[in-house]
């Protein structure tokens, strides 16, 4: 059974940083993603990456300011937050095994990120 599990997340002021990872269990996946929900708005795509690592995407909302990376070995994303800003506060979620669909199989429970201005 497939499992993935964030953590990382927490409280932090503008201009700080976060470093989210997802640990992935009982499989693994070519691709992996990013997505968070603001309270009262709809889940939005963050950032993805791939197997090798060798191709990310990024939201323009924060491009320049996040980093996606994974390391295979571990089978864990991650993701690197700087220059937070109050509009990344969400619960941040990632997300495995995207379907013909365009649908995500696998989601993890999330985890509450926060920015105080």
């Known amino acids: 059974q497939v499992h993935l599990v964030e953590s990382g997340g927490g409280l932090v002021q503008a201009g700080g940083s976060l470093r989210l990872s997802c640990a992935a269990s009982g499989g693994t996946f070519s691709t992996m993603y990013w997505f968070r929900q603001a309270p009262g708005k709809e889940r939005e795509f963050v950032s993805s990456?791939?197997?090798?690592?060798?191709?990310?995407v990024y939201a323009d909302s924060v491009k320049g300011r996040f980093t996606i990376s994974r390391d295979n070995a571990k089978n864990t994303m991650y993701l690197q937050m700087n220059t937070l800003k109050p509009e990344d506060t969400a619960v941040y979620y990632c997300?495995?095994?995207?379907?013909?669909?365009?649908?995500?199989?696998?989601w993890g429970q999330g985890t509450q990120v926060t920015v105080s201005s």
């Open positions: 990456i791939s197997w090798s690592g060798s191709s990310t």
């Open positions: 997300a495995g095994g995207r379907n013909s669909r365009g649908e995500y199989d696998y």
